[in-house]
């Protein structure tokens, strides 16, 4: 017995001495437990200037149809950018009763019908406890519409409506979808700006793999083409002014004479899930989460940084476990500011080098503007749509590329592409870079 224990010990000894003195065990080690867990998408849902619906948005998206519009919502006439995505057919009467629809703002209309359209794609979930169930939402700007409309009230003393404050913040969605679906498990709300989607969608991966969910609704939803979000923007020479008179010719990611970009608003809505529960319960499989990065350029509060970029990306391959030249296509932060677009086409020369020239590339905000915390739930589902059909949608107005944007944007004409790897980009106010990994099944 003793002779037993003695030699338990040694054995023990000895792989712990390893841990520490090899690191690379630890990585060894994390590569394999996640090799065995692999995270899939098994529903999606989408709300966007081109469509709703993913067979309605993806028809568009390939087709190039653009959504860029005059501003509708509001009196836009004293605005240097008159111009956004909006969505114009957008009812919540079909899905909504009307107290429901006063005790919400817009953006969580918009994810609400987004994340209806992905449970029903993602089939039943009985199967699941209800405290298994996750919501990872994110948001740049939350109830901004609310916000700005009750403060409006406020300066002129008239009351302002009671659900003022839950329809304001930003977990609104989030706990909204948690309401209508009976999901009692983690629900979690993240706000980095523009990268807010790719950071939630990244936290739901990270719930998967650590056991903290079994299911997790995940995305992001902005509804923010406003007079004071507009204004804002204005006043950061940040939303293009160019093109009131031609909206469909604004958004320019990567071409000659961009001068910045459109606002736009919407909601992606994806649901992932352990690969063999998926099987198990007879769901369809999009594509593998097999990968996120995420990292902080600690440099400026608004200016792109490279370093960030390359690190989210960079980290995002790692945790994939695959290589750089394995990747095929890559959905761009790509906004169509003049100095974001070259600093994100620079780093991903840095991280694939020669291969970035093999690399298709497009940018959905091309044809919706930006969503700012939807972005990366919509580049996301464009992306697993690329994967699924071997299409690449095209970059829109790309007629005549800046010469410091030199790579394969797929100007103007989707490309059949047999994609088995794809990247999606989110980079955001405050130095929040995102980077998510997509692969086949």
């Known amino acids: ?69 005059s501003i509708q919502c509001f009196d836009s ?24 629809i006063e005790q919400t703002d817009r953006f969580t209309q918009l994810a609400l019908h987004a994340a209806n359209q992905a449970m029903e794609d993602a089939g039943s979930l009985d199967c699941y406890e209800p405290r298994r169930l996750a919501v990872s939402l994110g948001s740049g700007m939350g109830g901004f519409a609310t916000f700005e409309a009750s403060a409006e009230r406020r300066l002129q003393n008239k009351a302002i409506p009671p659900f003022t404050v839950p ?71 940040a939303l293009s002014t160019g093109f009131n008179d031609d ?28 690969e063999e529960a998926a099987k198990r319960r007879g769901a369809k499989i999009y594509a593998q989460l097999a990968g996120y990065g995420c990292a902080c350029d600690a440099a400026h509060i608004v200016a792109p940084d490279m370093d960030g970029q390359v690190a989210a990306m960079e980290t995002a391959i790692r945790d994939a476990g695959i290589k750089p030249e394995t990747v095929d296509y890559i959905n761009a932060h790509a906004t169509s500011t003049p100095l974001g677009d070259i600093v994100e086409t620079n780093a991903i020369k840095q991280v694939f080098g020669a291969h970035a020239q093999n690399i298709a590339i497009s940018a959905t905000k091309s044809m919706i503007g930006h969503t700012i915390g939807a972005s990366a739930a919509i580049g996301s589902i464009a992306a697993i749509m690329s994967l699924q059909t071997g299409i690449i949608h095209p970059t829109v107005n790309l007629d005549e590329a800046d010469p410091e944007c030199d790579l394969n944007y797929t100007p103007n004409q989707a490309l059949k592409k047999s994609a088995n790897v794809a990247l999606c980009n989110a980079f955001g106010f405050g130095g929040n870079n995102v980077s998510l990994i997509f692969a086949t099944v």
């Not at 003793?2 to 338990?8: E, G, I, Q």
């Not at 004293?78 to 957008?90: L, M, P």
């Not at 299911?215 to 007079?227: D, F, H, R």
Request: aromatic content about 10%; glycine content about 12%.
């Open 77 to 100: 006439s004293n605005n240097r950018s008159r111009i956004a995505g909006e969505i114009a057919d957008f009812d919540p009467k079909s899905f909504l009763k009307n107290k429901q």
């Open 247 to 274: 909206p469909e010719h604004a958004s320019r990611p990567f071409a000659a004479g961009r001068d910045g970009f459109v606002m736009g608003e919407g909601a992606g809505i994806l649901v992932l899930e352990r």
């Open 167 to 237: 329809r304001t913040m930003a977990n609104s969605a989030a706990a909204w979808i948690a309401t209508q679906y009976g999901l009692k498990g983690v629900n979690l709300t993240c706000s980095t700006a523009c990268s807010s989607g790719g950071n939630a969608i990244g936290m739901g991966l990270d719930l998967l793999r650590t056991g903290k969910a079994d299911v997790v609704l995940t995305g992001g939803a902005e509804a923010c083409v406003l007079p004071l979000t507009i204004a804002g923007f204005e006043a950061l020479h």
């Open 1 to 69: 017995m003793r002779l037993t224990t003695n030699r338990s010990l040694k054995y023990i000894r000895f792989w712990l001495s390893y841990v520490f003195i090899y690191p690379g065990f630890v990585t060894f080690l994390d590569s394999f437990l996640k090799s065995n867990m692999r995270i899939v998408v098994s529903g999606l849902g989408i709300v966007s200037p081109i469509g709703s619906g993913i067979d309605q948005f993806w028809s568009a998206a390939i087709n190039g149809k653009n959504g860029i519009r």
